[in-house]
């Protein structure tokens, strides 16, 4: 049995011997395919230092995150792509819009975002899109962008099951992670009614951990429950979860 967590920020933690106790403790849980988003451009480094310490388990991405687009947000996607030169990357993300925090940014981030698919484009990626209280917005710039190259995950998926569904149609993969098993969230009747065909497993740790650690910081051999969750929600094992959403991840990011 193989768990792939699809997004997780594994390089928040600077010191080498808690990373190592938290990548055992994934290996322990079957959690072996770990997928890097970048931010910006400081964590390109923190997240290629990871990599180069254990390239048979982690996978890195390149991109700007919404939050962490300003006025000069051209300039951080040149240094971005500057720090990553030469390197293998196997996503653009996380990407996308952000309105939870700051609306007056809006028009940055959305020229921003669809700069960066233009990119994964470029490069035949995926992309992995970070929304949050923008679905609109998002969809509409994915459905004006839509074509054959256009792929990836909607990554932290809470939204309905129309919505959902708008995103599946586009060719995207949903990914869940902690939410689902918060008790009043509402998402866990949302993905007892997707196909497992159409999801990924994510902790986005050390953010949004799943209960029964709900209010400490996340790590991603919490990936597991997250996992069982979804297993309960849709009747069927723990491992046929792991191997559907697995699966999912190798056609998505073809390693």
Not at 151 to 178: M, N, P, W
Request: charged share 25%; hydrophobic share 40%; with cysteine.
């Amino acid at each position: 049995m193989v768990y792939t967590d699809t997004h997780t920020h594994f390089y928040y933690e600077t010191d080498e011997g808690k990373q190592a106790e938290m990548l055992q403790r994934c290996l322990d849980n079957n959690i072996s395919r770990l997928f890097l988003p970048n931010v910006d451009v400081s964590s390109v480094g923190l997240m290629f230092d990871i990599v180069d310490r254990w390239p048979d388990n982690f996978f890195p991405m390149l991109g700007l995150h919404p939050c962490d687009v300003k006025a000069n947000w051209q300039q951080e996607i040149e240094k971005i792509k500057q720090a990553g030169a030469g390197r293998k990357i196997y996503a653009i993300g996380e990407i996308g819009i952000d309105l939870y925090w700051d609306k007056t940014l809006l028009d940055e981030q959305l020229q921003a975002f669809e700069q960066q698919i233009n990119w994964a484009k470029e490069l035949d990626l995926p992309i992995v899109i970070h929304c949050r209280d923008a679905f609109d917005e998002t969809y509409e710039v994915l459905q004006r962008l839509n074509d054959d190259k256009l792929r990836g995950i909607f990554h932290c998926f809470s939204g309905t099951v129309e919505q959902a569904q708008k995103v599946i149609d586009l060719g995207f993969y949903l990914g869940i992670g902690g939410v689902v098993t918060y008790k009043n969230a509402g998402l866990d009747k949302v993905v007892a009614q997707i196909d497992l065909k159409h999801l990924v497993l994510e902790t986005d740790s050390p953010y949004l951990t799943p209960v029964p650690f709900r209010g400490k910081p996340n790590e991603s051999s919490y990936l597991k429950y997250i996992a069982e969750k979804i297993a309960d929600l849709h009747q069927v094992d723990v491992a046929e979860v792991a191997r559907i959403t697995t699966e999912n991840s190798k056609t998505i990011f073809a390693i």
